[in-house]
């Protein structure tokens, strides 16, 4: 089927945010102990963080990474995780029925990130604590040596400098029946208020993120959003969302097609919040932290409740497949085409647990198949996102009606003249004749560097320790830049990145 696309550079959506291309390092499972740390293995660096795991998340291009929560945070005592490890107590995690060993903490995670130049982003428990607790962490992280004790305590657990955390979350899906601590939009809306507050004048510099719905499919979807921002409106700068997709009953077209509810979510809530924005008389716009998404299968996971007691290991480490990579590509291509709204988002989670990376205990780490689009996206799409007017035939879905089958997303970087095409053909039978019309861009000539595609004649392709390298990028052939326009080939199901110059 054929597909026309045209572009002006006149015509922008806004600008890529670098703190779309996050990620998330929960305690659970084996994304934290096995996972970034694991002091036994031959890579460990002196504090006991895998060399090879860090280099596959600078090769990820992630720019910053939400911790420690998750559900873990809802009872999380912070102080259990700074000073001696030798004099760290051993704690229920009552989100994963874990046994947590607090080795690793906040001046431990800080330290991995700017070892890696990522920005930590900070969570606080506003389920079993509240405004002291998130206080007291944000002064322990972020105040000068000298200045209280507090910060002294941090300084004499061997961090004089400051943490210099910029971003916090205000708990974590306080929505959520399965949260501890759950609230009422009013109770969290109420709580969050109050923190936010308090640590503004702890730190007038950061950055605070307020609970927005776990999944719109949740009953008080939308109704949270309002309530707990006409609490929190003038004291945070973002509300956050989360979604996580699988495919339903076996209808893989509807879930080939995910980013339409995530398209869906980001407006509704946009919406939502510039609707609070009007009753307040407000010309201050809320900005969207998409801070956990990813493909979940969680239909094979037993649940929170279901699990016994248990020292720590593996949970939901979900192996993915080449359908899954187009749909993380086609999520993250969502999420750059609101880059207006969209400024932080963090893919769930980075190492193991529904990760894109994996790792074998004493062994290699090695890269799955969503690692691909995330990398390449994270690289090449940075600059200013272009409005796209795409003609093509929909594809009937069950869950999000009739859909494009194809999607382009395309973003320009004035400076340099570079125009990185981003495509997914969603469709699982008929390949996709892409013609893109570069006629706008006149003085720039564009040339064609690479077409790479994600995409196989085995959809359900994996890889794995013993053959990580299975799924890959691709180079694509037949590509052509002529006279002005772009024209390819997009087999069925299958993710594209093609960058012109
Ligand atoms: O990422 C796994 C879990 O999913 C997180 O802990 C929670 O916030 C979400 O429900």
Same mark, same amino acid.
């Given at each position: 089927?054929?597909?026309?696309v045209?572009?002006?550079?006149a015509f922008?959506?806004?600008?890529v945010?670098?703190?779309?291309y996050?990620?998330?390092?929960?305690?659970?499972?084996?994304?934290?102990?096995?996972?970034?740390?694991?002091p036994d293995?031959p890579?460990?660096?002196?504090h006991?963080?895998?060399?090879?795991?860090?280099?596959?998340?600078?090769?990820?291009?992630?720019?910053?990474?939400?911790?420690?929560?998750?559900?873990?945070?809802?009872?999380?005592?912070?102080?259990?995780?700074v000073?001696?490890v030798?004099?760290r107590?051993?704690?229920?995690?009552?989100?994963?029925r874990?046994?947590?060993?607090?080795t690793?903490g906040?001046d431990?995670?800080a330290?991995?990130?700017?070892g890696?130049?990522l920005?930590?982003?900070?969570?606080?428990?506003l389920?079993?604590?509240?405004?002291?607790?998130?206080?007291?962490?944000?002064?322990y992280?972020?105040?000068?040596?000298?200045?209280?004790?507090?910060?002294?305590?941090?300084?004499a657990?061997?961090?004089?400098?400051?943490?210099?955390?910029?971003?916090?979350?205000?708990?974590?899906?306080?929505?959520?029946?399965?949260q501890?601590?759950?609230?009422?939009?009013?109770?969290?809306?109420?709580?969050?208020?109050?923190?936010?507050?308090?640590?503004?004048?702890?730190?007038p510099?950061i950055?605070?993120v307020v609970?927005?719905s776990?999944?719109s499919g949740?009953p008080?979807?939308?109704?949270?959003?309002?309530?707990?921002?006409?609490?929190?409106y003038?004291?945070?700068?973002?509300?956050?969302?989360?979604?996580y997709?699988?495919?339903?009953?076996?209808?893989?077209?509807?879930?080939?097609?995910?980013?339409?509810n995530?398209?869906?979510?980001? #407006? !509704?809530?946009?919406? @939502?919040?510039? +609707?609070?924005? %009007?009753?307040?008389?407000?010309?201050? *716009?809320i $900005? =969207?932290?998409?801070?956990?998404?990813?493909?979940?299968?969680q239909?094979?996971?037993?649940?929170?409740a279901?699990l016994a007691?248990?020292?720590?290991?593996?949970?939901?480490?979900d192996?993915?497949?080449v359908t899954?990579?187009v749909?993380?590509?086609?999520l993250?291509?969502a999420?750059?085409d609101?880059?207006?709204?969209?400024?932080?988002?963090?893919?769930?989670?980075?190492v193991?647990?529904?990760?894109?990376?994996?790792t074998?205990?004493?062994? #290699? !780490?090695?890269?799955? @198949?969503?690692? +691909?689009?995330? %990398?390449?996206t994270?690289k090449?799409? *940075?600059? $200013? =996102?272009?409005?796209?007017?795409?003609r093509?035939?929909?594809?009937?879905?069950?869950q999000?009606?009739?859909?494009?089958?194809?999607?382009?997303?395309a973003?320009?970087?004035?400076?340099?003249?570079?125009?990185?095409?981003?495509?997914?053909?969603?469709?699982r039978?008929?390949?996709?004749?892409?013609?893109?019309?570069l006629?706008?861009?006149?003085?720039e000539g564009?040339?064609?560097?690479?077409h790479?595609?994600l995409?196989?004649?085995?959809?359900?392709?994996t890889?794995?320790?013993?053959?990580p390298?299975r799924?890959?990028?691709?180079?694509?052939?037949?590509?052509?830049v002529r006279?002005?326009?772009?024209e390819?080939t997009?087999?069925p199901?299958?993710?594209?990145?093609?960058?012109?110059?």
């Open positions: 089927y054929d597909v026309h045209g572009l002006d550079p922008s959506v806004g600008t945010d670098p703190r779309i996050g990620s998330f390092v929960e305690h659970m499972g084996r994304c934290v102990y096995g996972g970034i740390f694991e293995h890579t460990a660096d002196e006991g963080f895998r060399k090879d795991v860090a280099e596959l998340v600078r090769e990820l291009g992630v720019t910053n990474v939400r911790y420690p929560g998750g559900n873990f945070v809802s009872n999380y005592r912070w102080e259990d995780g000073g001696p030798q004099d107590p051993k704690r229920l995690d009552l989100a994963w874990s046994i947590e060993p607090n690793v906040v431990e995670f330290h991995w990130t700017r890696l130049d920005d930590p982003v900070m969570a606080v428990n389920g079993t604590r509240g405004v002291r607790a998130a206080v007291d962490l944000l002064e992280c972020n105040l000068p040596a000298g200045s209280t004790s507090l910060a002294d305590r941090r300084a657990n061997g961090r004089r400098e400051p943490h210099g955390i910029r971003t916090w979350c205000l708990g974590n899906e306080m929505d959520g029946p399965w501890i601590g759950h609230k009422t939009a009013d109770e969290y809306g109420r709580l969050a208020a109050e923190t936010a507050r308090a640590m503004r004048r702890t730190d510099d950055e605070l609970c927005g776990s999944n949740m008080t979807f939308g109704s949270w959003e309002r309530t707990v921002l006409e609490h929190t003038d004291l945070v700068d973002h509300i956050s969302l989360h979604a997709y699988e495919p339903v009953a076996g209808d893989i077209d509807s879930f080939l097609t995910s980013s339409e995530m398209r869906g979510m980001i #407006s !509704a809530v946009t919406a @939502t919040a510039d +609707h609070v924005a %009007a009753v307040k008389r407000s010309r201050k *716009r $900005t =969207v932290s998409f801070d956990e998404w990813n493909v979940w299968y239909s094979r996971f037993p649940g929170e279901g007691i248990r020292p720590g290991g593996p949970l939901i480490e192996v993915y497949d899954d990579a749909v993380v590509g086609d993250l291509m999420l750059l609101n880059a207006d709204r969209v400024a932080i988002a963090n893919q769930a989670q980075l193991n647990v529904i990760a894109p990376i994996r074998e205990p004493g062994n #290699s !780490a090695w890269r799955q @198949t969503i690692f +691909h689009p995330f %990398a390449l994270a090449y799409a *940075r600059g $200013t =996102v272009l409005q796209t007017q795409v093509g035939p929909l594809l009937a879905t069950g999000h009606g009739d859909v494009p089958a194809t999607r382009v997303s973003v320009h970087d004035p400076a340099t003249g570079g125009l990185t095409l981003l495509a997914t053909n969603r469709d039978h008929r390949p996709a004749a892409l013609n893109v019309s006629r706008a861009f006149a003085g564009h040339r064609l560097v690479e790479l595609t995409g196989d004649s085995d959809p359900g392709a890889n794995s320790a013993d053959r390298d799924v890959t990028p691709r180079p694509v052939d037949g590509t052509t006279d002005g326009q772009l390819a997009l087999p199901t299958s993710w594209h990145l093609i960058r012109l110059h």
